[in-house]
């Protein structure tokens, strides 16, 4: 390190005409004060270089920049800065010098004389004159008394100093030496140099005094409160504690103690129930003790958010007039009479006893039967809010219960947010495709739905996000399904189930009418005056292109007709349509759908049977044929366990009664026998197929053929008693459908006929049965 020797004592000497300037920042020279600095701009090294080497008197100027630029201009420092003697001056390395500097007096630039490479300016001196009488007494021991406390008080600034500024007699000096001593910023300081008149300059610094005192004594104060509870860790606690003390003085508002005030409002406002009001206030006070940069903060303020905005005691008003609500059902719906009778029972029984908990109601039916709009016109009937979620390939129990507030980004499970999005506790709540909820190591979320959907349990429904309880008990849940046998059991049997079986043809014919042709005619921008169907044109839709349960396919194949109608309007080729059978297979192209049946039935070995699908019922053929072998018994067609156990059943029941079939003993020995079931790609199963099956055999063995118009159902025994088997209607449905006007089925499956509309069950002749002899006597014919 190299060191210049320390200049001798200033003399009051003439203060050069022009001086290189030395840009400060974020520090002011005052004159008499001595300043020590540390350079590092290149520039800056050279004007003190120059400057040693002469009279060592250089120009101080601050900056009006708090932060150190590289390179300043003339516009960034302040006209009104001090002259300063170099003290001492060493040397770190080529760039970095230690200065200490000590003021002279001030000077005002009259103009910049050369900006490289460092400022050079023409200044003119600015004399502090003044004549000290009592004010000026006044205001100088008035300040050093304030100073005095100051000090004390200061950590910072040695005893010494106030003795110091105690035996100052040159007020200009006194005003100057405590400026530079006290916590101000840059531009209060600057603004005190550049105040000449004595008087006011010392006034002004007196208001800087008495700022800072009253800083000093506020923070000792504070320190005072918390002392009692100040460690390592509370260092940052203090700070705020310093800081809102601060605040509260200067009256200054703290957002956040006005975000608290409005949760405090909300929570006293909303009437919450006793538990959840406690754990709320509990949280709000946790929250009043955290910064709101932490990431707790955050959690808390969500925390509360949702607490406040569920609706725990709003709900909606039902509505109890039961003719307006079965008008609004047959508005929206045609047929279902089951479920429309059981929502008006329960709006009947509610209007008795309004006490009464919601109903947990199960639609189970084929896709497209209308099960999830009738919870929306099921809503309307009531006067609720509608939610609906869909469970469809949940696998996890936190979407249902919500994830526990330790986890990052943790919210509601799907019941609590549906609550919310309602805004009312009481809405008609769907869970849609509740026999597709899946289970996996994240847990099972259809064990999580057996609180929800129990009447007994869901008043204290506990969200893991929320850990209060939430009364579930107002809403009623409808959920849907196709089949219920992927429902657990114990789920299953919360739920008051609600079949939807297909439509018939009439049903659709009307549906398609009054409802689906008007809604796909304004989707596809067209009135009522450009398109209109025949009713053989509806019924052609309806047979010739969809076989379905539902109705979804039929709307599709509406709407099909009516962009094709709309395309020609558009084009202005015609302006109105009348869609017929003759012209229909323009739009839809050939008839997709033709009876086969009474062909593929006319060869012995070829009968038809009647399955339950997940999209209804549905009609089967069994095909049997032999050939020569050795007796075995071949089965195709992608059969499950049970069906070919009905067949293996079936054959042995026509062997051992072979005699009065009609049937040498011998044959079975000589013989293989091949059992088919088309449309092999997809899986069959199940024990109704027995008597069809059993029919085929004995068809294919004596050469007889079975009515063109009949088909069957039930299981089978090996004494030939013919059992009863499930999914009467939905099969009875697809008979009629399909244009079958016989069907032979178990005599213990009559009372299920209860169900199927009155013009299927006069459309068709049924023969109950018991044992397999009548259903031969029957079925086959020569």
């Known amino acids: 390190m190299n060191q210049e020797p320390q200049s001798e004592s200033f003399s009051n000497g003439k203060i050069p005409e022009i001086l290189p300037i030395l840009p400060l920042f974020d520090v002011v020279m005052f004159p008499k004060m001595v300043l020590p600095l540390i350079v590092l701009q290149k520039e800056s090294i050279q004007l003190i270089d120059e400057a040693m080497s002469k009279n060592r008197i250089i120009g101080t100027v601050a900056s009006k920049f708090t932060d150190p630029k590289t390179q300043y201009t003339s516009e960034d420092l302040y006209t009104i800065g001090s002259s300063a003697v170099i003290l001492k001056m060493a040397k770190v390395d080529e760039d970095k010098a230690q200065l200490l500097l000590q003021g002279i007096g001030r000077f005002k630039i009259s103009d910049y004389t050369s900006e490289k490479p460092y400022f050079q300016a023409r200044i003119k001196e600015i004399k502090s004159q003044w004549t000290k009488d009592k004010e000026i007494e006044a205001l100088m021991a008035n300040l050093i008394n304030q100073y005095q406390r100051i000090v004390e008080l200061s950590t910072g600034l040695p005893p010494e100093i106030a003795s ?84 509260d003085e200067l009256g200054e508002t703290d957002e956040t103690n006005v975000e608290l005030e409005e949760y405090r409002t909300k929570i006293s406002e909303k009437q919450l129930p006793e538990v959840v009001k406690k754990e709320a206030e509990r949280e709000l006070n946790r929250l009043s003790k955290m910064h709101s940069s932490s990431a707790e903060y955050t959690v808390a303020l969500t925390y509360l958010d949702w607490i406040t905005e569920l609706p725990w005691n709003e709900g909606s008003e039902d509505n109890l007039d039961l003719v307006k609500a ?87 499970g799907r019941i609590i947010q549906g609550i919310r999005r309602a805004g009312s506790n009481n809405p008609v709540f769907m869970l849609d ?137 558009a084009k202005d080729e015609k302006e109105s349509v009348t869609v017929n059978t003759k012209n229909l297979s323009k739009y839809l192209g050939p008839v997709l759908i033709s009876n086969e049946m009474k062909k593929r039935v006319a060869t012995p070995g070829v009968v038809m049977g009647l399955a339950w699908t997940e999209a209804g019922g549905d009609i089967l053929f069994i095909e049997a044929t032999t050939m020569r072998g050795n007796g075995r018994l071949t089965l195709t067609g992608q059969l499950g366990d049970v069906m070919k156990e009905s067949a293996t059943a079936a054959l042995s029941y026509i062997r051992s009664n072979s005699a009065s079939i009609g049937i040498e003993d011998d044959y079975f020995q000589t013989h293989d026998i091949h059992i088919h079931i088309p449309a092999g790609a997809i899986p069959k199963d199940g024990p109704s197929a027995g008597v069809t099956m059993l029919t085929a055999i004995v068809s294919v063995l004596t050469g007889a053929t079975t009515h063109k118009d009949l088909a069957m159902t039930g299981e089978i025994t090996l004494r ?16 009629h459908r399909s244009g079958i006007k016989t069907i032979i089925m178990p005599k213990l499956c009559e009372k299920d006929l209860l169900d199927v509309p009155k013009n299927v069950k006069t459309a068709i002749k049924f023969h109950f049965v018991d044992s397999m002899t009548d259903v031969l006597k029957i079925a086959l014919t020569k």
Not at 175 to 182: E, G, H, L, V
């Open 164 to 247: 110091m500024a105690k035996s100052l007699d040159e007020p200009d000096i006194l005003a100057d030496m405590i400026t530079s001593t006290i916590n101000s910023t840059t531009s209060e300081k600057q603004e005190i140099l550049e105040t000449i008149d004595i008087k006011e300059r010392l006034n002004k610094v007196t208001k800087m005094v008495y700022y800072q005192l009253e800083i000093l004594e506020m923070g000792k104060k504070i320190q005072t409160q918390v002392k009692g509870d100040m460690d390592k860790q509370q260092r940052e606690y203090y700070l705020r504690q310093q800081l809102k003390a601060i605040r």
């Open 326 to 412: 079965q008008k609004i059902l047959d508005s929206d719906h045609y047929g279902l009479d089951k479920a429309k009778k059981r929502i008006l029972e329960y709006l009947a029984v509610r209007k008795l006893n309004p006490d009464i908990k919601g109903p947990i109601l199960c639609l189970v039916g084929p896709p497209g039967t209308g099960k999830t709009s009738l919870g929306h016109s099921i809503a309307n009937a009531l006067g609720r809010k509608f939610i609906r979620i869909a469970l469809g390939g949940i696998r996890d129990e936190a979407e249902i219960r919500g994830h526990r507030r330790t986890y990052v980004g943790a919210l509601p």
């Open 433 to 569: 495709e509740i026999d597709k909820v899946g289970s996996d190591f994240r847990g099972d979320p259809s064990s999580a739905l057996l609180e929800v959907l129990d009447p007994e349990q869901n008043f204290s429904f506990e969200d893991h996000y929320l850990d209060v309880p939430f009364d579930l008990s107002q809403v009623m849940f409808i959920t849907t399904a196709n089949i219920l046998d992927t429902i657990p059991p114990a789920l299953r049997d919360r739920m008051e189930v609600l079949r939807l079986s297909g439509y018939t043809l009439e049903e659709k014919m009307k549906i398609a009418t009054r409802y689906l042709i008007p809604r796909q005619r304004e989707a596809n921008g067209l009135k009522a005056e450009h398109i209109s169907f025949t009713k053989g044109a509806i019924n052609q839709i309806i047979t010739g292109y969809t076989l379905e349960a539902g109705l979804r396919n039929l709307e599709r194949e509406i709407g099909n007709v009516c962009r094709g109608v709309a395309a020609s309007i």
């Open 720 to 735: 030939g008693k013919v059992l009863p088997v499930g999914g009467i209607k939905e099969k009875v449905l697809a008979a």
